[in-house]
């Protein structure tokens, strides 16, 4: 199947900083780019939807001055959380759907987990 | 608003067991459903796809179904394995390609050896 990184797999930062998380399709090109956010033992939530030349979509009662997303290229969507604080420790995941599957298959990356002190 | 929920939440069961898995979704109008794997503190893998024009799909010990007019897809491990143990999510996209998926929230299951 088609390949989704993330980089960073894990980071640790300061409250108040801010953390950029990378998206990448490996073999594929990807118009658009999905976001979601994972608590400890709860399903995944979507956070937003990322489209590839234009503003991204966020879901009800996501901060989009908060959680900024940029998709610069038909590979690559980043996501940084600004001006972090403890309760945006998660586990956030990416996906893309690949056009060139039947079903337009959608797959994920491995993850990043964030933990803000 | 598509709602997706899949019934237990824990399942444990003795090696070598035939099992399936429930998920069941509100909308009909489901493009397609997919089912993934998550092993803990990892991303989801996809096992099966499911496209609204067919029933089935198979590969290797699994096979998952789609009914839509009753709303619901079931995951079919044949001979479970203690490597099957994982969390199993289901999710589909309601208005067609590139749109978001709405989550179960899953099964863990627990294959004992």
């Known amino acids: 199947g088609a390949v989704v990184s993330q980089h960073p797999s894990r980071v640790i930062c300061k409250s108040g900083t801010s953390v950029k998380i990378e998206c990448r399709s490996l073999?594929?090109?990807?118009?658009?780019m999905f976001w979601y956010r994972q608590f400890p033992k709860q399903s995944l939530m979507l956070m937003a939807t990322?489209?590839?030349?234009?503003?991204?979509?966020?879901e009800q009662g996501v901060e989009k001055d908060k959680f900024l997303i940029n998709h610069a290229s038909l590979t690559l969507s980043t996501l940084t959380v600004t001006s972090a604080h403890p309760e945006d420790s998660s586990f956030y995941i990416c996906s893309a759907p690949d056009p060139g599957l039947a079903g337009d298959e959608q797959f994920f990356g491995p993850g990043t987990r964030l933990t803000v002190l | 608003k598509q709602e997706v929920t899949q019934i237990p939440a824990a399942l444990s069961v003795p090696e070598g067991e035939n099992l399936v898995l429930n998920c069941s979704f509100t909308d009909s109008a489901i493009y397609n459903l997919q089912w993934f794997r998550q092993d803990p503190g990892k991303g989801l893998t996809s096992l099966l796809l499911?496209?609204?024009?067919?029933r089935e799909q198979t590969s290797g010990r699994l096979n998952a179904s789609l009914d839509k007019s009753s709303g619901r897809s079931t995951l079919y491990i044949a001979a479970s394995q203690p490597g099957d143990s994982a969390t199993y999510l289901c999710a589909g996209p309601v208005t067609g390609a590139n749109s978001k998926l709405t989550f179960g929230k899953g099964i863990t299951l627990s294959v004992r050896p």
């Open positions: 990322s489209n590839e030349g234009s503003k991204a979509t966020y």
């Open positions: 499911i496209q609204s024009s067919q």
């Open positions: 073999d594929f090109q990807a118009t658009t």
